[in-house]
Protein backbone atom coordinates (compact mmCIF):
# COMPACT_ATOMS: atom_id res chain seq x y z
CA UNK A 1 0.00 0.00 0.00
CA UNK A 2 2.95 1.98 0.65
CA UNK A 3 4.51 1.68 -2.89
CA UNK A 4 0.80 3.45 -4.13
CA UNK A 5 1.33 6.23 -1.94
CA UNK A 6 4.68 6.75 -3.14
CA UNK A 7 3.67 6.54 -6.69
CA UNK A 8 0.38 8.67 -6.49
CA UNK A 9 2.54 11.73 -4.47
CA UNK A 10 5.40 11.18 -7.21
CA UNK A 11 2.34 11.63 -9.76
CA UNK A 12 1.24 14.50 -7.97
CA UNK A 13 4.31 16.36 -7.80
CA UNK A 14 5.26 15.99 -11.33
CA UNK A 15 1.71 16.83 -12.58
CA UNK A 16 0.81 19.94 -10.22
CA UNK A 17 3.73 20.74 -8.21
CA UNK A 18 4.25 23.10 -5.39
CA UNK A 19 1.77 25.95 -5.06
CA UNK A 20 3.98 27.52 -2.77
CA UNK A 21 1.62 28.38 -0.40
CA UNK A 22 4.02 28.37 2.86
CA UNK A 23 6.28 31.37 1.94
CA UNK A 24 8.67 33.37 3.82
CA UNK A 25 8.92 37.07 4.50
CA UNK A 26 10.90 38.57 1.72
CA UNK A 27 14.51 39.49 2.61
CA UNK A 28 17.09 40.61 0.60
CA UNK A 29 20.69 39.03 0.21
CA UNK A 30 23.74 39.89 -2.40
CA UNK A 31 21.07 42.87 -3.54
CA UNK A 32 18.94 40.04 -4.45
CA UNK A 33 15.02 40.17 -2.69
CA UNK A 34 13.54 37.05 -2.71
CA UNK A 35 11.16 34.66 -0.50
CA UNK A 36 11.42 30.95 -0.52
CA UNK A 37 8.96 28.63 -0.49
CA UNK A 38 9.16 26.42 3.30
CA UNK A 39 7.62 23.26 1.93
CA UNK A 40 10.04 22.80 -1.56
CA UNK A 41 12.69 25.66 -1.02
CA UNK A 42 12.19 27.37 -3.79
CA UNK A 43 13.44 31.04 -4.63
CA UNK A 44 11.04 33.21 -5.77
CA UNK A 45 12.21 36.61 -6.67
CA UNK A 46 10.39 39.67 -5.17
CA UNK A 47 10.30 43.08 -6.46
CA UNK A 48 10.58 45.76 -3.24
CA UNK A 49 9.55 48.43 -5.21
CA UNK A 50 5.84 47.09 -6.39
CA UNK A 51 5.60 44.28 -3.53
CA UNK A 52 4.67 41.78 -5.37
CA UNK A 53 6.68 38.47 -7.19
CA UNK A 54 8.50 38.72 -10.27
CA UNK A 55 6.98 37.28 -13.39
CA UNK A 56 9.11 34.85 -15.21
CA UNK A 57 10.30 37.43 -17.74
CA UNK A 58 11.20 39.83 -15.09
CA UNK A 59 13.50 37.32 -13.69
CA UNK A 60 15.40 36.91 -16.76
CA UNK A 61 15.97 40.40 -17.61
CA UNK A 62 17.44 40.35 -13.95
CA UNK A 63 19.74 38.06 -14.74
CA UNK A 64 20.47 39.06 -17.87
CA UNK A 65 21.11 43.03 -16.53
CA UNK A 66 23.43 41.46 -13.96
CA UNK A 67 25.59 39.42 -16.01
CA UNK A 68 26.32 41.90 -18.73
CA UNK A 69 25.20 42.66 -22.41
CA UNK A 70 26.24 40.39 -24.56
CA UNK A 71 26.29 41.15 -28.23
CA UNK A 72 26.98 38.88 -31.34
CA UNK A 73 29.91 39.92 -32.98
CA UNK A 74 30.40 38.95 -36.60
CA UNK A 75 33.81 36.70 -36.86
CA UNK A 76 35.89 37.27 -39.56
CA UNK A 77 35.93 35.62 -42.82
CA UNK A 78 38.39 32.62 -43.35
CA UNK A 79 38.68 29.52 -44.26
CA UNK A 80 36.67 26.94 -41.51
CA UNK A 81 34.98 30.33 -39.55
CA UNK A 82 31.32 30.44 -40.94
CA UNK A 83 29.04 30.96 -37.80
CA UNK A 84 29.16 34.39 -35.51
CA UNK A 85 30.11 34.07 -31.87
CA UNK A 86 29.11 35.68 -28.95
CA UNK A 87 31.65 38.48 -27.08
CA UNK A 88 31.00 39.56 -23.17
CA UNK A 89 30.21 43.13 -23.64
CA UNK A 90 33.04 43.83 -20.82
CA UNK A 91 35.57 42.68 -22.76
CA UNK A 92 34.94 44.24 -26.59
CA UNK A 93 37.14 47.10 -27.33
CA UNK A 94 35.02 50.50 -27.37
CA UNK A 95 34.12 52.37 -30.29
CA UNK A 96 37.28 55.05 -29.90
CA UNK A 97 37.50 57.56 -33.11
Same mark, same amino acid.
Given at each position: ???F? @????F???I /????? #?? #????? /? ?7 M ?10 Y??E? %? $???T @??E &? $?R?? &?A? @???? $?? %? ?8 ? *????VP *??S????A *?
Open positions: MSIV @AIFNLYE /FLGCR #HQ #HLTRP /FTLQQQTYVCLDCGKQIYSPT %M $RPL @AR &V $RMS &VQ @AGEV $RI %MPASVGVGVS *APTL *ARRKPN *A
